[in-house]
């Protein structure tokens, strides 16, 4: 009897810093994900209505070899798998198939509008491509604004009015500088969808009010603004410890009593002292906002560079994955329309299919630790400690969890051949021998590992 308590791939870690967190940011999970491979193998009816499912999916898929409808058939189980796996860790469960789903359907809008074997209005392309340039603008607005009122609503009860003043001060300076960072990118990355915005709705809307943001001057330099305000109001608060300590009359201009000068000394005393106060606050304050900017910036570098790896890089690891999914099915297509291929050009079409597929699936892999990112309230100092633990211990169990899914595509060098000898079954040609000559290699090495296990046994 197995021990269906494997059913969930055991994970517990305890972070690599012990910070006492006070932001609402999320705990490092440490329970268990879900672990489908076994499921599956725990119960015959249900490996067996897997095969079944996957046999007829291969069958019907044999003649629709479109690559996005292929693309489409392998992409909505996959995502579901991996969303029920990484499901029980809160911190994942809804960023992986949000950016999954919204980075397939722009790789595929991609593809379309490059490929001349689809006659679609590059118009209406166009619009979906600015539809889900919309949405990760509006998902990375909606994050940073959930992650704020989390903040206010945790520290508004229990903070004394100048740390709460101190608080506001701090979501006002990171908004300001997140909003600044937002618009120098979205400058930058214009240039790239121009060609594609102006022949879209949806697009050239988007487009239009970043340009409008950079050509009016009152806008483009309202986040700097929100930016230097949040700081100023950082700095005015230190005076609470660090007050100003003005000097007087007799450290600038001291009088001898007495003096023949005397009479001159205190006409010039007052200007002279008032001049010296005045610049000496200015410095004072200057040293404060110096202060207050580093004190800032060690927390929000910080911050920056994680939600970075979570919210940009992730997604671009993932979409990249999905493009060379697409080459690959794109190769499946050339090879399945084709009037006739040789032995070599058919072993070098079979070896560039399955090349790109795997290296996709690695491609996944390796997204999910950055998919598990956020930050957790570290200074810079503790950045790349929090970054190996964050992707090395906290990603990668799920991962792990992820690659053991992957696995479930084992199916297909068996399927595609018997799916060949069915009555009236697709003809994959060369890659049903090939696939055939891997699997019996594997059950032929499988049998005679056993044969030397049996053989060391029987000796001992």
């Given amino acids: 009897m197995q021990n269906h308590s494997r059913d969930y791939l055991r994970y517990s870690s305890k972070p690599l810093y012990s910070k006492t967190i006070s932001e609402p940011v999320p705990a490092p999970f440490e329970g268990e994900y879900r672990n489908l491979l076994f499921q599956l193998m725990a119960s015959t009816w249900v490996a067996v209505v897997y095969v079944v499912v996957s046999l007829v999916a291969v069958y019907v898929l044999g003649y629709l070899y479109k690559p996005t409808i292929l693309f489409a058939a392998i992409q909505i189980p996959t995502v579901i798998a991996c969303a029920y796996v990484v499901s029980p ?40 491509i600015g539809l889900i340039a919309w949405f990760f603008a509006i998902y990375w607005i909606v994050s940073a604004i959930t992650w704020s009122l989390k903040m206010h609503k945790q520290h508004k009860n229990t903070l004394a009015r100048s740390d709460f003043i101190e608080l506001m001060a701090e979501l006002v300076a990171t908004w300001g500088a997140t909003l600044q960072v937002a618009f120098i990118f979205s400058w930058i990355v214009m240039p790239f969808l121009e060609g594609v915005a102006y022949e879209a709705n949806t697009a050239r809307y988007l487009l239009i009010v970043i340009e409008s943001i950079k050509e009016l001057s009152i806008l483009r330099f309202i986040p700097i603004s929100v930016f230097l305000l949040g700081l100023l109001v950082l700095a005015s608060l230190r005076f609470q410890t660090d007050p100003y300590r003005p000097k007087t009359m007799n450290e600038v201009l001291p009088v001898k009593t007495g003096s023949l000068l005397s009479s001159f000394i205190v006409a010039l005393r007052i200007p002279v002292w008032i001049l010296v106060v005045i610049i000496g606050f200015i410095t004072h304050f200057a040293k404060l906002f110096w202060e207050s900017a580093l004190s800032f910036f060690k927390n929000y570098l910080a911050r920056l560079c994680l939600i970075f790896i979570g919210l940009v890089v992730a997604p671009t690891l993932l979409y990249f994955g999905h493009t060379l999914v697409l080459q690959s099915l794109y190769r499946v297509n050339l090879y399945i329309t084709a009037e006739s291929v040789g032995i070599f050009n058919g072993i070098k079409q079979f070896a560039a299919v399955n090349l790109l597929m795997l290296l996709a699936l690695c491609i996944y892999v390796i997204s999910v630790p950055p998919l598990a990112t956020h930050y957790r309230g570290e200074k810079i100092d503790k950045l790349f400690k929090s970054i190996y633990n964050e992707i090395f211990i906290q990603g990668k169990a799920a991962a792990v969890a992820v690659g053991q899914t992957f696995s479930l595509f084992g199916i297909v060098p068996f399927v595609i051949p018997v799916a060949s000898l069915l009555p009236g079954g697709p003809t994959f040609g060369l890659f049903s ?6 699997v019996l290699t594997c059950f032929g090495f499988y049998l005679f590992t056993k044969k030397e296990e049996l053989s060391v046994k029987t000796e001992a």
């Fill in 433 to 438: 021998i090939l696939y055939t000559v891997i």
């Fill in 89 to 128: 860790n809160p911190n994942i469960s809804w960023r992986l198939p949000i950016n999954w789903i919204a980075t397939a359907i722009l790789a595929a809008l991609v593809f379309v509008s490059k490929s001349a074997d689809y006659y679609f209005d590059q118009n209406i392309i166009g619009t979906f």
